[in-house]
Structure formats: C-alpha cells, structure tokens
C-alpha cells in the first residue's frame, strides 16, 4: 500500500502512530468506502479515490 494511501493514514492515526491492527484497517477501508459513496451523490469525480480503495482492500483480504 502506498504511504499516501488513504486507509494506511487513518489506520496509523488510529494506532497512534504504532504498527495498525487488522480492526483498524478495516475501520479506514469502510471510512473510505463512505467518503465515496457520498461524493458520487454528490456528482463529485471519484476514480483516484476508487483506485485506492482497491488497492487497499487486495492488501486486507
């Protein structure tokens, strides 16, 4: 996953800063999924956001 990966940062401010569980990966990958679904109400362009939430739920499954 890469460092700007939007799932790794959540799950690393979660751990503050240590190593991220699995549980915290999760909760960025469903936060994630929740900003999307919202800016594509929204009418809002999603695709770097969509390559990011694949990238990350191929590392976590």
Known sequence: MQN???????ALQ???????????YEY???????YINQRKVMGLDVTGLMDEYREA????N
């Open 4 to 10: 700007n990966n939007f799932v790794l940062l959540t």
């Open 14 to 24: 979660l751990s503050g800063g240590k190593k991220p569980k699995r549980w915290q």
């Open 28 to 34: 960025g990958l469903n936060l994630l999924a929740r």
């Open 57 to 60: 739920f191929r590392k976590l």
